[in-house]
């Protein structure tokens, strides 16, 4: 394998105390962060809605995203607590973004031997809009992250089969996971024999646990593929260059100092290696360029499916462009050391900081921007809660008629009234009961109320952003 260092499967340092108290802290402060307004996105919350008609005996996966195998483990666990359902998948999933961001420090300083490359990883995923806005719309990407950087520093530290259970939870969260898994899983059967019943046993969950839900909910085992084949209309699969749009996503997504520190990198891995020997190892140099090479094929590789029909969506991009910012910081510490920047003491501490603060400074503007948008958001949902209850709850409304709402709020007002996402419409009718809301500051509401000029309507209860409408006689 293009990272193996030649170390022994059981080898390395295992996860030890001050890890576990940083995945303590890091469910500490996602649970903090609940205290602002906060809602899952659609994605998520047709997981919450799987989890609990799983529980149920009761799975609908015929609308909605594709299915996705870890994200609904969790929301199936948590679905018997109730209403705090949704709160519980939305501390995971920010709980991930932020392991992920200490695996970036742990990866950044190990193979960029500077604390100073530690905080530039960190910081490179600090600044970026995508990743703030992901984590705290609870999808799932910043889970993903820390799946593939822990799967890395676990091989990194010579735990193998530690790092193979990493990796199968990427390749539980997205396909495009699965050809680095597979490739990863086939080199550990080879190198190391004790670990093919471990290796067989992730392959064999693969299929069980993406397709068989997807044939229990949908009668389908392909829908969640061909799902992803039918894209919304500003998809990049529609351009008339597919691939040219999925590669300049891409290049957008890279915060500016990255590629600052990836030119570096590729510079010291070009350049001959006794010149660097002492600033970046040959174990670092082969991993770096490991990272670099898995980024650039999976751009490759969406880039390919979108071009093939598949949305393309920004939110793929984001692993490989998180492995880019690794490699990055690894060049930024290798420069620093080249540099002689002091790494120990006060003055290190002094240089990480200065060099964080240097790297988020520009981005605050947009992070604000972006801070506001979540959080009208969180408040668009909390509004829906307040106003269902204000209606008379779940049972009037239902019996008065049909539930139609506009598109991207379809999961999120059918686990309020506690239904099938394909029981709620997207087009006003008579007998129907509509949740008109404004998505976005100073938008129209939707969806309209064409289709329903001619019944009497009557407004069941409002609230800043939502109204509900009765078409139902």
Known sequence: MLLDTGTPASAGPRIGRPMLLALVACVVLAALSLLVPS???YDPWAWIIWGREITQLDLDTVTGPSWKPLPVFFTTLFAPLGSIAPELWVLVARAGALLAMVFAFRLGRRLGGTVLAGAAAVGALAIAPWWLRNAMLANSEGLMVACVFGGIDRHLAGRRGEAFAWFLGAALLRPEAWPFFGLYGLWLAWAHRDRLVLVAAGFASLPVLWLLPELWGSGNLFRAAERAQQPRADSAAFAPNPVRVVLDNATAMLPWPAWIGLLVALVVLAAHRRAWA???PQEARLAVGGLIAVALTWIALVAYMTSDGFSGNQRYLVTP????CIAAAAGLGWG????????AGAAGLVAAVAAFLLLISPAL???????????YQGELHTQLEDLVAEAGGRAPLLACGT???GDFLVPALAWQLGVHAEQVELESAPGTVIFRVHTNPGSRAVP??????DVPVRTLGSTRDWRIVAACG
Request: aromatic letters at 2%.
């Open 278 to 280: 002492p600033r970046a």
């Open 403 to 405: 539930p139609v709402t």
């Open 336 to 343: 620093a050391r080249r540099l002689r920047v002091p790494d």
């Open 39 to 41: 809602a899952p996105t």
């Open 448 to 453: 309209p109320l064409t289709g329903v000029e």
């Open 321 to 324: 462009i998180a492995l880019l």
């Open 365 to 375: 503007p947009e992070l604000r921007k972006n801070w506001d948008s979540l959080m």
